[in-house]
Structure formats: structure tokens, C-alpha cells
């Protein structure tokens, strides 16, 4: 069993910055790729970045690429979502998520123009 707490949300004005942090509990955190997605109200959750387990690959939808930027840090069981230049259309609650398909509960994220 794997919990994961996202955290970091709020409310924050176009062009703005925000990071994202995510909490893993259990031992395997370093085995496991994660990713962030989000869904905005009245639309399908969307992906937005994953990393390996080791952290040197990544990969990010094309609309939060070169503003978007996901890291982690095994030794303290935590994945990060590092945004900026931040655009109404960002808006949405964020879930961290395993390889293995465990879910944070989210945290929201408010873009105003």
C-alpha cells in the first residue's frame, strides 16, 4: 500500500509560479516512475509530466512543456511539479500518481487572468 499527499495548491494570478510537492509513505518509493496529472471541472483527467524511478528521464505534455518542470528527490519519498508562466487553462486539480497505479487525492490549482 503506497499514500500519497499532494500539496502546494492555490490560487495564483497568469504568470505566475507554483510548485507542486507530492509525499510518498512505504520503502519502494525509488522503484517506481511518477507522474502528474490534472483535470479541469467538466473535462477528463489529462496528463502532465512523468519521471523514472531514477529521475533522468522525463517526459511532458506539449502544453506545459518548457514552463512545466517535474523532479524528485528519493531520499525524502517526494516528487515535485515546479510551474511557471502560468496561464488560466492551468486550472484543474493536480494528482500525483505511481507507475503501479496508486493515486494521490489531489490538490487545486486556480488561474486567474
Known amino acids: 500500500q503506497v499514500q500519497l499527499v499532494e500539496s502546494g495548491g492555490g490560487l495564483v494570478q497568469a504568470g505566475g509560479s507554483l510548485r507542486l510537492s507530492c509525499a510518498a509513505s512505504g520503502r519502494t518509493f525509488s522503484s517506481y516512475a511518477m507522474g502528474w496529472f490534472r483535470q479541469a471541472p467538466g473535462k477528463e483527467r489529462e496528463f502532465v509530466a512523468k519521471?523514472?524511478?531514477?529521475?533522468?528521464?522525463?517526459n511532458y505534455a506539449d502544453s506545459v512543456k518548457d514552463r512545466f518542470t517535474i523532479s524528485r528527490a528519493n531520499a525524502k519519498n517526494t516528487v515535485y511539479l515546479q510551474m511557471v508562466s502560468l496561464k488560466p487553462e492551468d486550472t484543474g486539480v493536480y494528482y500525483c500518481?505511481?507507475?503501479?497505479?496508486?493515486w494521490g487525492q489531489g490538490t487545486q490549482v486556480t488561474v486567474s487572468s
Open positions: 519521471i523514472s524511478s531514477s529521475g533522468y528521464r522525463t
Open positions: 500518481a505511481t507507475s503501479t497505479g496508486y
